[in-house]
């Protein structure tokens, strides 16, 4: 198993241009998930999906687009890109339908908007 | 919605010497608590997580946590560190499995 894999690793975008981060994860998990990580801010949840077809906010959506047509993928678009969206995007995977299941981290996608 | 507080942001120890991390979460229902390690520029790995049962929770890497509901803590603790326990520490907490709440972490360095 690659586990969840996010493309691509770094990527350097100007104010207003639009991009799509990648996730994919082949363990045949439910729940996906987007968070973005900030110096002395932690990890915050931007937007999560428990299936195809089915998506919601966490504590920070505004900004970002995300969409889950297959059970694998988990795109996160940003539509227009401030310099406050740069940061560390990370997604995680899990099972669902069973409460307290252990999420899967990918290894991180650098975004720098200048 | 859920909150957790990580009282140290930086926490330095000696090599063989015993640390923990400290962890504060604030809720009115039941929780499920965790406790993550990110090594640089890596992802998140779980170390270990409470669901319900027994307080003290074993991890990996010889890591341990005690759940106290009276004191609403989850501190992370291990008798020995080692050099390759250097890195970010992050607690987190979920009430519904929907969504997780992560502290601001704690970073830790072993020094030799």
């Known amino acids: 198993n690659a586990g969840v894999t996010q493309t691509p690793k770094f990527q350097v975008l100007k104010t207003g241009q639009s991009m799509t981060l990648q996730c994919a994860q082949d363990?045949?998990?439910?729940?996906m998930s987007w968070y973005r990580q900030d110096p002395g801010m932690g990890l915050r949840l931007i937007h999560y999906?428990?299936?195809?077809?089915?998506?919601d906010q966490g504590e920070v959506p505004n900004g970002y687009n995300v969409s889950r047509s297959t059970t694998e993928d988990f795109p996160l678009r940003l539509l227009s890109a401030a310099p406050s969206q740069t940061s560390v995007y990370f997604c995680?995977?899990?099972?669902?339908?069973?409460?307290?299941?252990?999420?899967?981290f990918g290894p991180g996608t650098r975004l720098l908007v200048l | 919605a859920q909150s957790v507080t990580q009282l140290d942001s930086q926490v330095p120890v000696f090599e063989e010497a015993p640390v923990e991390l400290r962890c504060n979460y604030s809720?009115?229902?039941?929780?499920?608590l965790f406790w993550y390690v990110q090594y640089p520029n890596q992802g998140l790995q779980l170390l270990l997580k409470?669901?319900?049962?027994?307080?003290l929770v074993k991890g990996i890497n010889g890591f341990e946590a005690e759940f106290n509901k009276s004191q609403t803590s989850f501190h992370l603790r291990k008798p020995s560190v080692h050099i390759s326990d250097t890195a970010e520490y992050f607690c987190?907490?979920?009430?519904?499995?929907?969504?997780?709440?992560f502290g601001t972490g704690t970073s830790l360095t072993v020094i030799p």
């Open positions: 995680a995977s899990s099972l669902w339908g069973t409460e307290g299941e252990t999420q899967y």
């Open positions: 363990m045949n998990h439910e729940y």
């Open positions: 999906s428990v299936g195809a077809g089915i998506t």
């Open positions: 809720s009115s229902v039941s929780v499920y």
């Open positions: 409470y669901l319900s049962g027994s307080t």
């Open positions: 987190a907490v979920s009430d519904n499995g929907n969504q997780f709440y």
